[in-house]
């Protein structure tokens, strides 16, 4: 039987299937791990709650444990604590931006909130803070389509959430 | 007399019931929209909708304690048995009613989602603090589309007027209370309508003076999604939504 700390290691080598770069530990979707008898318990969270990756990550980590000879695996959805953005730790949301997605911004979303201000949110390309909100929905449900207007090249954000 | 866990069950439905009908209205758009970039937002809002539909019939399911599934409630009920707001079934016919709706619905869920939130029940208030994150945009986008359409062409604002006429008249029916609504307020279980009209009517009356457009006055109010009885609306979705799940039980890809 595996420990806890094998489970968390094995989850770390899976990737999120829409953001490849980062793993589901990484983006704060794995959040909790248990251990019943040769039962091993993942707790999953959603994004958002339409999130269609949610059965491809499911899968993944049923396929992943298989590999790793864990036979029987639950996994649960759980919806509290609430997933934020925060839970995106700095060394994931370099990865995001050298991916070529503007990572969220906490802090220029509390001052839009209270100024009503525009948010600035600097080009993953060129580190331009021209640029603009082209919409609010992008490719994805959790990130937002923006237009660097200094290298003219397209990027999705990923929402303050 | 319900007891509350069957009052419960019922609040479910209604909670469920009326992102997915919303949902399935929205997915009609899908390559089919204006621009884009408006294609992608209404899919994306739809998806949410399925999304928090799924979270809620499950809950509504596991409550009801018959093992009925999600799939099971959305796929394999009846017209009469659907609790979705009247509003949510009303056709989408052009950008500016299918907008108009999305507003009038988001202005809704934004507030009643920020009451569901202090709900005594752990599972509603969890969803609805994951739904309000994402209600937050719609109400942003679609406040944004009406201030457009208020104050930009001619055209664009008697399209806007015309939507008014017709979704105008079910906005009553969203703050319909009956026994369940005023038995599991009692409990602290579910949000006080009463309050969420006031609510409503303020942040409604905010984007409509923006657009510059008035608050429509004296209008006969629709009501029945409490009880089951919808426009006529209703029954062609389900028909569309429904087929292939009726057709072949169980079938999966
Ligand atoms: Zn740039």
């Known amino acids: ?161 | 007399m319900k007891n509350t866990s069957e009052h419960l069950f019922e609040y479910c439905l209604r909670l469920g019931d009326t992102p997915l009908i919303l949902g399935q209205r929205l997915a009609e758009w899908c390559g089919h929209g204006p621009i884009l970039e408006e294609d992608i937002a209404m899919t994306n809002i739809s998806l949410d909708c399925i999304g928090q539909a799924r979270a809620f019939l499950t809950y509504a399911g596991e409550i009801e304690g018959k093992d009925r599934t999600e799939d099971d409630l959305a796929y394999f009920r009846n017209e009469r048995e659907f609790r979705n707001l009247l509003i949510t079934e009303q056709p989408n016919e052009d950008f500016a009613q299918t907008m108009l709706r999305q507003f009038l619905i988001s202005a809704f869920h934004k507030h009643f989602y920020s009451e569901l939130m202090r709900s005594a029940d752990k599972t509603l208030s969890a969803l609805a603090e994951k739904s309000l994150k994402e209600v937050n945009y719609h109400f942003r986008h679609s406040s944004e589309w009406l201030k457009r359409f208020g104050n930009g062409t001619e055209e664009s604002r008697t399209r806007l007027m015309n939507a008014m006429d017709n979704l105008w008249r079910y906005t009553g029916d969203m703050f319909d209370m009956d026994e369940t609504d005023k038995h599991l307020v009692e409990c602290k279980i579910a949000a006080d309508l009463d309050k969420i009209k006031t609510l409503w009517n303020k942040s409604v009356e905010e984007v409509f003076s923006e657009a510059g457009i008035d608050m429509p006055k004296d209008v006969f109010m629709m009501s029945g999604s409490r009880k089951g009885k919808h426009t006529e609306h209703l029954g062609h979705i389900l028909a569309e939504m429904q087929s292939l799940a009726r057709s072949f039980p169980g079938a999966s890809w």
């Open chain 1, 1 to 161: 039987m595996k420990s806890k700390e094998e489970i968390w290691s094995i989850l770390e080598t899976i990737p999120d299937p829409e953001i490849q770069v980062i793993s589901i530990v990484e983006l704060g979707i794995a959040r909790d791990v248990q251990i019943e008898g040769d039962k091993v318990v993942v707790c999953i969270t959603p994004t958002y709650s339409g999130c269609p990756a949610m059965d491809a990550i499911t899968h993944d980590i049923r396929e992943k444990f298989a590999e790793e000879g864990i036979k029987n695996t639950e996994i649960k959805m759980i919806y509290s604590p609430v997933w934020t953005t925060d839970w995106i730790g700095e060394e994931a949301k370099k990865k995001l931006k050298a991916y070529g997605i503007a990572p969220p911004d906490k802090t220029s979303t509390d001052k839009s909130l209270i100024t009503g201000k525009k948010k600035i949110i600097p080009c993953p390309r060129c580190g331009s803070d021209k640029t603009i909100l082209v919409s609010q929905f992008g490719s994805t449900a959790c990130k937002a389509l923006y237009k660097c207007e200094e290298c003219l090249e397209p990027f999705d954000y990923f929402k303050c959430h």
